[in-house]
């Protein structure tokens, strides 16, 4: 069970990708993006070209250990079969996955981030016992087909006044040049996709990213 604190801290700099985003292995990818700084990484295999079975869970596993040796907690996005098969640190869930509920009696204190959209939204998973909260889009996106219209920083803005306290990560569109405003706004961290899997250099990027967030 990881300490709220050490999840506020883990969720300054999260990395989510999968096959379909990097241009490279994405083993060496995620190897780059932790020495240039990640705080926390989601593996998210989804949209065009991705992995499917046996090959996303033997991708998973490659990227786990990566993450194991270097001590960076390592979340799955969506699929909880996979996360308990793989004994992951966590699952994150969206609106139309399996409900905070039942994936919470699958697997029991390990981490659970939920996507929240609207402070309705946000509150049902508060009561609901969701660890963190995913909130955005912020800026528009490309790393999402079915990603909602961008709401800006008040929707963050908007949960800490309506009292929600849970830990938030922003997401969408997150990079250099806006994401001290997402701090600015009452996140405790910003999620990325491209900024770090589509740069040249993942370890810059992160990097460069990890500095403007100090
Ligand atoms: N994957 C995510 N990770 C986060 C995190 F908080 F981790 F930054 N927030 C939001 C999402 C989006 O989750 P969802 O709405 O289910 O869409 P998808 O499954 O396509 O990602
Ligand atoms: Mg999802």
């Known amino acids: 069970m990881i300490e709220e604190k050490d999840l506020r ?33 989601q593996f998210r295999e989804k949209g065009k070209g991705a992995l499917k079975g046996d090959e996303k869970k033997a991708l998973g596993e490659e990227l786990q250990w990566i993450c194991k040796n270097h001590g960076i907690p390592f979340i799955v996005n ?18 139309e996955d399996e ?3 039942s994936v919470r009696e699958k697997i ?38 079915d990603a909602k219209a961008a709401q800006g920083t008040s929707v963050i803005t908007d949960m800490r006044k309506n009292g929600i306290r849970l830990p938030i990560v922003g997401i969408g569109g997150i990079g250099r040049g806006n994401a001290k405003s997402v701090i600015e706004a009452g996140a405790d961290g910003i ?16 990097a460069a990213l990890k500095k403007e967030l100090t």
């Open 9 to 41: 801290a883990a969720l300054k700099l999260y990395f989510i990708m999968g096959s379909p985003n990097c241009q490279s292995r994405p083993q060496q990818v995620l190897e780059d993006a932790i020495n240039g700084g990640v705080t926390l990484f």
């Open 78 to 95: 969506d699929d909880i079969d996979l996360a308990l098969e793989l004994d992951t640190d966590g699952v994150h869930i969206g609106q």
């Open 99 to 101: 409900p905070l509920e």
């Open 108 to 145: 029991g204190n390990k981490i659970i981030g939920v996507s929240a959209h609207t402070v309705e939204e946000a509150r049902q998973a508060v009561n609901g016992g969701a660890d963190y909260l995913g909130v955005g889009p912020i800026f528009p996106t490309k790393s999402k087909e």
């Open 191 to 206: 999620s990325v996709i491209s900024a770090i899997a589509g740069a040249g250099d993942a370890a810059i990027a992160a």
